[in-house]
């Protein structure tokens, strides 16, 4: 189950990039991984196109495993893990599990 988001400000747990922190780009579900913003930047060599795009060396964001990320708490100002919690409207939020805040999000 992957509890993470796009827009969700995030800390490195494991890696190079460990304690860096940046918002998630997108989340690969199948592979459970996530895209986060200017951490674990790799170079590709990319060819022109007929487009007229250029080619060169490119640097851009690889995916991270889930499991060496976790979301930042602000308030705590740490990483922290995520619950759900059912409200009285009948409505599932997240929670942080330090202090059971709810996530602020969609």
Not at 76 to 94: F, S
């Amino acid at each position: 189950m992957v509890k993470l988001r796009k827009d969700d400000e995030v800390v490195i747990l494991a890696g190079k990039d460990k304690g860096k922190r940046g918002k998630v780009l997108k989340v690969l579900r199948k592979e459970s991984r996530v895209l986060v913003e200017k951490v674990n930047m790799i170079k590709r060599h990319v060819r022109p196109d007929r487009m007229g795009k250029p080619g060169g060396i490119v640097e851009k964001e690889a995916p991270l495993h889930i499991s060496n990320v976790a979301v930042f708490n602000a308030t705590a100002g740490t990483a922290d893990r995520i619950g759900y919690k059912v409200l009285e409207g009948e409505r599932k939020v997240r929670v942080f599990k330090s202090n059971g805040e709810v996530i602020s999000g969609r």
